[in-house]
C-alpha cells in the first residue's frame, strides 16, 4: 500500500521566507510526527498530532513553527521567516492508535535556507 | 527527559564480518526500543522493535537486538554483514508515558566493503 508522502522533497528559500512543509500520511494513521534531521542536532522530536486531541508542540524549537493536521488526515508544517539554521530535513511520520504500533516515516523535504 | 546514545559513529567492516552497535538510553521508567535504518537515499524504516517479553528481539535481514535493563543498553546484532547493509543505523526509545514520540541516538554509519 501507500506509504507516508511528503511534499516537495526539496524547498530552497532565502532567510526571511515562509515555507510550508505538506505531508499525507498512510490512510488510517490517526497518529502524525513532524522531526527535523539535521547535521548538528540529529533527529529531533517537533510536534505530535493524535485524532482530535490538541496536539503535542513540545519540541518545536520557535514559536516561527508551527503545524496544522486538517481532518485528520494531511499535516502541513509552516516555518514563518526562515533563519540558516532552519536548514534540515524535515521527516513526516505517522502510526495506526494502538500501544504496540511503529512509526513509519516519510521520505523527507530537505529545507535549504539562502 | 529521555536520552539515548550510540557509542559508534563511524563503522567500517568487511563482507562477513559480524557487527555489534551499540545503543544505552537514559530514563528510569518502562521504555519501548527501536532500531531503525536509512540506506543512501532512502527513507527511514524499522528493523525491529521492543516492547516487552523475550529480551532478544529478532528483526528483519538476519538483525537482532538485546534488551539488557540492568545496562539500560539495546545493541544491536549481525552475525555476518553484507555490502548491502551499508546505511546509517538509528536507535530510538519512547516512553510508555509520552504520546510515543521516538528520541534518538545519533546515529552510527556503517560502511561494508565488498
Known amino acids: 500500500g501507500a506509504g507516508v508522502s511528503q511534499s516537495p522533497s526539496n524547498k530552497v528559500t532565502e532567510k526571511g521566507k515562509d515555507v510550508e512543509l505538506r505531508c499525507d500520511p498512510i490512510s488510517g494513521h490517526t497518529a502524525l510526527y513532524w522531526y527535523r534531521q539535521s547535521l548538528g542536532q540529529g533527529l529531533e522530536f517537533l510536534i505530535y498530532f493524535q485524532g482530535n486531541s490538541a496536539p503535542d508542540k513540545s519540541g518545536l524549537p520557535s514559536d516561527r513553527f508551527s503545524a496544522e493536521r486538517t481532518g485528520g488526515s494531511v499535516s502541513t508544517l509552516t516555518i514563518q521567516r526562515t533563519q540558516q539554521e532552519d536548514s534540515a530535513v524535515y521527516l513526516c511520520?505517522?502510526?495506526?492508535?494502538?500501544?504496540?504500533?511503529?512509526?513509519?516515516f516519510g521520505p523527507g523535504t530537505r529545507l535549504t535556507v539562502l | 527527559a529521555q536520552s539515548v546514545s550510540q557509542h559508534n559513529h563511524h563503522v567500517i567492516l568487511s563482507e562477513a564480518a559480524s557487527l555489534e552497535l551499540g545503543c544505552n538510553y537514559s530514563y528510569g521508567g518502562t521504555v519501548n526500543l527501536f532500531w531503525y535504518v536509512q540506506y543512501p537515499g532512502q527513507h527511514l524504516q524499522l528493523l525491529l522493535k521492543?516492547?516487552?517479553?523475550?529480551?532478544l528481539v529478532k528483526g528483519i535481514k538476519g538483525f537482532e537486538a538485546e534488551f539488557i535493563k540492568s545496562k539500560f543498553s539495546f545493541n544491536l546484532r549481525k552475525p555476518s554483514v553484507q555490502w548491502s547493509d551499508t546505511a546509517e543505523y538509528f536507535c530510538?526509545?519512547?516512553?510508555?508515558?509520552?504520546?510515543?514520540?521516538?528520541?534518538f541516538g545519533g546515529g552510527t554509519r556503517l560502511m561494508v566493503k565488498p
Open positions: 530510538a526509545v519512547t516512553s510508555a508515558n509520552a504520546g510515543n514520540m521516538l528520541t
Open positions: 521492543y516492547f516487552s517479553g523475550d529480551p
Open positions: 511520520a505517522s502510526r495506526l492508535a494502538g500501544y504496540y504500533n511503529e512509526q513509519f
